[in-house]
């Protein structure tokens, strides 16, 4: 196991089941590497801090392959390591996080609740972050 923060692992911000089963190489780049220590510093961390209790990361880094393989966004910013979809358990608990996220003052690009707060969906970029809040349904 690799920290790179006091409660987060470079394993569980690249690591994919779908990845394993389809042998899919899911190693990040320097450049994306840099990106999720970001992101992880920046959002992961501050907002675990502000939760209290442990966060699940369901899906962080995508290599192409991997993001084509689970029809994420072309364009999706899981593929340069700036996105995380994260989750405390269920829909109640989930919406509350996405709330708690949205009212801390914690700078994001974009805050997702995917599908009525199955997962949230939270990205960062170094600079120019938007802000933005979206409910996919
Ligand atoms: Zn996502």
Redesign the pocket.
């Given at each position: 196991m690799t920290p790179i923060s006091k409660n987060f692992t470079l394993e569980e911000m690249i690591s994919s089941a779908t990845a394993m089963d389809n042998h899919i190489d899911n190693t990040p780049s320097a450049e994306a590497l840099a990106n999720l220590q970001l992101l992880v510093d920046k959002v992961l961390q501050p907002v675990r801090d502000l939760y209290g209790k442990p966060i699940h990361v369901n899906?962080g880094y995508r290599s192409v392959k991997l993001n084509k393989e689970v029809r994420g966004a072309v364009n999706s910013q899981?593929i340069q390591g700036r996105?995380a979809?994260i989750s405390v358990g269920g829909r109640v608990a989930n919406k509350a996080l996405f709330d708690l996220i949205r009212g801390s003052g914690i700078a994001f690009d974009q805050l997702i609740d995917e599908y009525d707060y199955r997962w949230v969906?939270v990205s960062y970029r170094e600079s120019g972050n938007r802000g933005m809040v979206l409910h996919l349904k």
């Open positions: 899906s899981h996105a979809d969906h």
